[in-house]
């Protein structure tokens, strides 16, 4: 007989669902359903057991294929290959766990080796902002119960976040956000017209102009003209166009 497992925390993106229904079979050996995750969340438990995932040290072989080896060989090979680089770098870490972290910087001390990660191209920017001038935050249970502004910068959580809006930000009802989307205005700001811009109130695009420290905006509305068609005298400081946009309904939801 299979067992439901209730209450389970998907371990993918940051919306970090705690409420995954995850079916095993009766030795626990195999995952077999998953429910109440999006597809992001339940390839990420179903692909563990996938037949294609590589689970064992391959080697590449001249004519382009890969030979199995033992962990022994690979350790060996890579060793030498560590020893005999000049400038080494160990780049990667986001999906490794801490004990592996720890175990690669202090190869990497004694190869003196470079050590970057992916957040140089992605959240490192965030962390330096952070130490810069700190961070304003709140829970996700604050912005699902009051949230009635909901501004997406540079992200997309229809593809990135998929219950994102669903579970917190857009579409609940929360204690004083009692009619859902209802209550909620959506501005997106982001110079592509990704699918969550096409269900915000406004669209607003930066442009970083010659001789200009802060960058000016340009904002349409997502059923409207292309951005790049906003003339220039319409190019707004973002505060002006919040308390332009920030008035008015999201479009097609009115209360
Ligand atoms: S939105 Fe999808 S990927 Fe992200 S935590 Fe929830 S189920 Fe997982």
């Given at each position: 007989?299979?067992?439901?497992?209730?209450?389970?925390?998907?371990?993918?993106?940051?919306?970090?669902?705690?409420?995954?229904?995850?079916?095993?079979?009766?030795?626990?050996?195999?995952?077999?359903?998953?429910?109440?995750?999006?597809?992001?969340?339940?390839?990420?438990?179903?692909?563990?057991?996938?037949?294609?995932?590589?689970?064992?040290?391959?080697?590449?072989?001249?004519?382009?294929?890969?030979?199995?080896?033992?962990?022994?060989?690979?350790?060996?090979?890579?060793?030498?290959?560590?020893?005999?680089?000049?400038?080494?770098?160990?780049?990667?870490?986001?999906?490794?766990?801490?004990?592996?972290?720890?175990?690669?910087?202090?190869?990497?001390?004694?190869?003196?080796?470079?050590?970057?990660?992916?957040?140089?191209?992605?959240?490192?920017?965030?962390?330096?902002?952070?130490?810069?001038?700190?961070?304003?935050?709140?829970?996700?249970?604050?912005?699902?119960?009051?949230?009635?502004?909901?501004?997406?910068?540079?992200?997309?959580?229809?593809?990135?976040?998929?219950?994102?809006?669903?579970?917190?930000?857009?579409?609940?009802?929360?204690?004083?956000?009692?009619?859902?989307?209802?209550?909620?205005?959506?501005?997106?700001?982001?110079?592509?017209?990704?699918?969550?811009?096409k269900l915000a109130a406004a669209q607003c695009t930066p442009r970083c102009?010659?001789?200009?420290?802060?960058?000016?905006?340009?904002?349409?509305?997502?059923?409207?003209?292309?951005?790049?068609?906003?003339?220039?005298?319409?190019?707004?400081?973002?505060?002006?166009?919040?308390?332009?946009?920030?008035?008015?309904?999201?479009?097609?939801?009115?209360?």
């Open positions: 007989m299979t067992k439901t497992i209730p209450d389970v925390i998907c371990p993918f993106c940051g919306t970090l669902c705690d409420d995954l229904e995850v079916v095993v079979s009766d030795d626990g050996k195999q995952l077999l359903e998953v429910y109440n995750a999006c597809v992001i969340g339940s390839e990420k438990f179903l692909h563990s057991q996938s037949k294609d995932r590589v689970t064992r040290p391959r080697l590449h072989q001249p004519d382009g294929t890969w030979k199995e080896i033992s962990y022994d060989e690979a350790a060996e090979y890579t060793a030498q290959m560590l020893a005999k680089a000049k400038k080494p770098l160990m780049y990667g870490w986001s999906s490794t766990n801490c004990e592996a972290q720890s175990v690669g910087n202090e190869i990497a001390e004694i190869t003196r080796a470079c050590c970057d990660n992916t957040a140089a191209v992605c959240h490192g920017t965030t962390l330096i902002a952070v130490q810069d001038i700190g961070l304003p935050t709140c829970t996700l249970g604050e912005v699902k119960n009051r949230a009635d502004r909901i501004i997406f910068w540079g992200c997309n959580p229809v593809h990135a976040h998929p219950r994102h809006m669903s579970r917190y930000s857009i579409y609940p009802r929360g204690f004083f956000t009692g009619k859902g989307q209802m209550s909620r205005k959506m501005i997106v700001v982001d110079p592509r017209v990704t699918d969550t811009a102009l010659p001789g200009r420290m802060a960058p000016r905006f340009c904002c349409r509305h997502p059923q409207g003209e292309d951005p790049g068609s906003c003339r220039h005298d319409e190019e707004r400081s973002f505060r002006d166009h919040l308390l332009r946009y920030g008035g008015n309904p999201v479009a097609g939801q009115e209360p």
